[in-house]
């Protein structure tokens, strides 16, 4: 397996993540028809699109949480839906962040973000837990470190989750709507999180209804609809120039 | 709207004065003056017995089967959510078998099933009749925690599963470190609630011809020669036995119901 | 059949014997008020025990599960009021002689001035559960019996006058009759089925050593006169039964 | 015989196919004595059981019915404005729940049931107006009537304050909200647990056996006493027939809760 | 009562709604600390705040689900926190709907929307059957009359929801954040809904933070802060040129 460096050796020309038409269904319900992406490393790219359209399913397939049914997906160059693929090395190659959160509740900001790393990368504790002090200050919240989930607000919880999939060092780094659950005020906190991964060079894909900021922090947008892409660009010719009907409408209802 | 959350707003002494209200006023209504003394005389007399080698005894047999139907109870529980199908199944066939089935028939049929003595290594032993009590109590017991422990691992949010997942953790930590703990204090009202169950059960042991309170008591009336008028005396006892036993758990219940339910 | 004495042989490597004995049957077999047993059934056993030269265990049975527990060896030997019944013989190793007899008998009010057995035809008698007294009476003169788990509550479901009589066997009433709680009635029929009682060994021991020495027990306990005595010293009314056998036992020889 | 019935037209299975039965278990205790169903076989042994067999339908029908209706009687007294009250139906609450209902029923029948009123066929018999039968209903009902008070009270609380709300700022009254809003609404969330709760009365009512009441479990005893040989066999009928009972009950009552059920509320 | 007249009667030059100095304290926590306003019938007002500021509190005492502890609110000259008032009558004249919609969930759509006129105003089912469908039709869920709010979206939930309230044939309506719970598209379908209701010249109290909606409809906005209203104006005047710091910042966040 040739490709199976890190993202650090990883060729800048080859796709860090390579979609090619992919399928998927639930039962009779076809919910990706086919579906092809290419994203670089380093960059940034928005998925958006109308609810159902199948955004939520395509990440959730890159990281093999779902399964496909015709198509590939290669991470790394590496196969996701290979029956022998190893998804638990998979997924410490690629980070994700739910729109709920899903913090363990249980566990404190520091623990929550400790967790992964000492149980399954099984690194060193000590060293563990100043990276873990890092990242809360890098998503500001230092002084958190002992508040549990239940403690914290919506943006604090999202941005907790946010440095859990950092934690573990991924070079892909997927984000679910993940202000779709915030009020308007705490969003901000959240965007202003990822637009600091993403300007240090993370490779990001995210799903977001925030055209705003997908204008701005996006290096390539994808407009989904019915489970295929419809319609994809930089920022600025998407949303100034979209050629589609569908899109354009949507584009006007979102504004 | 909502009804007032009275229960632990009750002073303590209301359901305890209640009790004595009935569980002794009939008795004493009966008795005449000069004659209820002699009832309370006799009880008063057999008291420090019936606790001792009786209720003490109850306990015991509680505690037994609360250890043993926990354990086994627990990894029924997991094996109820187990990725092999057959193993599923197994195990909720077992579950609900001894859930659905009536104590007292349960207890029968352990008392039948198992040998009055077994042979380990070449020793033999007895197995006395509280053993086969002990058995029998358990295995219901030990159905009920199954249930206990499935419903309260598939009412934390799929959504964790899948992010623990995502973090790469193996379905074993996941289970250990991510989903039990948060089970866990969610478990314990429901199983402290089945261990008053269970002790209040302990009387229907009597049957199987375990000395226990119920059993020791009837005894105790006997050798009084058989005065009718120290039954409720009598019973009224066992039962205030059971009530201060089972009443202080019950609020603790309740309180630790409360107080989970508010963290998580 | 070969002999095994498996039974026997327990007992003397033990240095123990086990004995059922009632503890709910006064005077027979009932707790003193450190829980210990004592009774009449309870002598005997002592007796036996030292015969053997062994340790005494008193273990408390029930009509319910005494032959069981014979069966199962938690008991060595039963002395529970056994009647001595054909079919118990098929499952427990009965003995002869019978160490003691008693008929069928009711309890009623002498308000209630029952002169024969056909009195009780489809009346409400209390009975024990597990006692076979009801099976003659419900079976022989169309009684509806309603059996409670205890003497103490039959009893006290009579008083109540929830039934119109207490059927048990005669001695037993007799005993509670002369106990002087009971003055307002009476047994007032004539004892049915006198029955002999059974103590039993191990079905297995009925005709090897254990078996032949309880006989032998029994047989000496009606010469020398001890049951008689023991129905003297607790309380029990004199039966022909026991007469008759020291009579008939006596020892040709003695003046 | 089968000539005779084919005379009278009538169909030769069924005789037939009884007597086959009996036969068969009367030859079955032969070749085995330990498994002696001489309730099968033997006219007076299979009344007993039938007899068992409808008495324990009727207790827990009744006990079934009267628990409910004491389940939401006292969850309604438990929303009651005043103190006493509430208290009173918390202290029979705490009362039931916490002591053995074995011991319950015992007590019920001995010492209760010489306070009730009485009547006299006959000059001397005193039939208390209420029959052992009858305490076992009381005793069983009270018994578990007092969880489902909780129950139901748990369902009403579960009910959204919002839900609530909304049906005041629409200005329906008390009583409106409470039989349109929050009574259809909490019954169904109680459901599952009541569910429960009924399982397990049925399961209890084998315990009246310790007040003579002829149920089932009364009507083994009888014959494993009568019969030791028909031990297993007895044991083996109460299994089944308890396990079917109960089995009917839950499958009735998720008929019921699917019925009941809402599209896209709850689950 | 002069007062309790019919909306079509009430003088346009008196204000419908009247809210002079009110307190209002949870606790120790005050909420609302002396609030003044007036509405004038057909005037649609927004109240914009940050949360917590007391906007849902505030609109809940109007339609007396909270009570206050000082100051009048008036409702066609009514006072509402009259201790003798008699509520029900009072939200006859009030509709009200709230963020999380609050369906009956065990009714259909229709039978929400019919439950109030027949049980509470007991009007006659078939006219009030007639008048849902028609209001049904108003806010476009013809069709799904026999739908469970289980099974509607969220923004169809929330139509039935202000149908239901238009049911009973209120004088003034109160919005309380009734797109907040609902996803960037199906906002569109309510807020038009409200719009329509708006330009028919229904008087309606909404709380919002969809800005842009507020300014296209509202005739009058009042910004609440801490309690207190710190800016108050016609939209164009309240976005263009807010005076007070506070607001400025919100208005900053928002956009
Ligand atoms: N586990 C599942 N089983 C069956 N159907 C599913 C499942 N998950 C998603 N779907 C269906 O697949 C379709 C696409 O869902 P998906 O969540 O990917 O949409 P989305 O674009 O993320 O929408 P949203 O913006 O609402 O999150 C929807 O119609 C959804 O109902
Ligand atoms: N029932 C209550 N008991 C105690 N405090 C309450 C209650 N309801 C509201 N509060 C408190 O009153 C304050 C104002 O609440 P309110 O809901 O009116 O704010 P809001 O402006 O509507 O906020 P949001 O935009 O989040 O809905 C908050 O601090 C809240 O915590
Ligand atoms: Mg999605
Ligand atoms: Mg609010």
Redesign the pocket.
Known sequence: MPHMTATATWPPEDPIVSIRGVRKS??T?E?LKGVDMDIMKGEVICII?P????????IRCINALNDIQEGSITVEGQEVHDPRLDKLELRKKIGMVFQQYNLFPHKTALQNIMMAPVLVMKENKAEVENRARALLKKVRLEGKEDAYPGELSGGQQQRVAIARSLAMQPDVMLFD?VTAALDPETVKEVLLTIKELAAEGMTCIL?THEMGFAREVADYIYF?DRGVIVEHGPPDSFFDDAQDERTKLFLSQIL | MTPVRVLAAVPVWIPFALFFLCALWPSLALAQSGEAVRPFHALWRWAPFLITKGFLFNILISFLCLIIGTGVGVLLGLCQISLLRPVRRISWFITQLFRNSPWLVILFIVMLALPFEVTIFGKAYFVPAWIKAVVGLSLPIMANISEIVRGAIRSVPNTQWEAAEALAFTRQQTMWRIILPQCFKRMIPPWMNWYAILTMATPLVSILGVEEVMNLTRQAIVAEENRPELLMPFYGFVLLLFFAYCYPIARLTLRLERKFAVKL | EQCTNETWNKIAQRGTIVVGVKADTRPWGYRDQTGGIIGMEADMARQVADTLGVALELVAVESSNRMQFLEGGRIDLMIATMSDRKDRREIVGIVGPNYYSSGTNVMTPKALGVTAWSDLKNRPVCGKQGAFYNQIVEQRYGAQIIAFGSNAEALQALRDKKCIAWVYDDSSIAADLASGHYDEFEMPLVSEDNNPWGLAVPIAERDCVFGRFMSGMQYSWHQSGELVALEQKWGIQATAYLAEQHARFADWLAD | MPHLSRRRGAPISGPLMLDAFSEFFRQLAEDYPRWNFVFFYQPVQAGKIWTGLQYTVILSLACLVFSVIIGVVGAWLQGSKRRLLRNLVQGYIQLFRNTPPFVQLLFFYFALGQLTPTYSPDGWLEVPIISNVGWAIISLSFFAGAFNVEIFRSGIEAVPDATIEASEALGMTRLQTYSHVILPLAFRVSLPALNNNLVNLIKTTTQAFAIAVPELLYQAVTIWNDYPSAQYPAMLLLFVVYIGLVGIMVLGMNRWERHLAIPGYGN
Do not use: A
């Open positions: 639930f039962g319900l919910v699109g609810s159902g359209s199948g955004k939520s399913t395509l709507e799903v989904t």
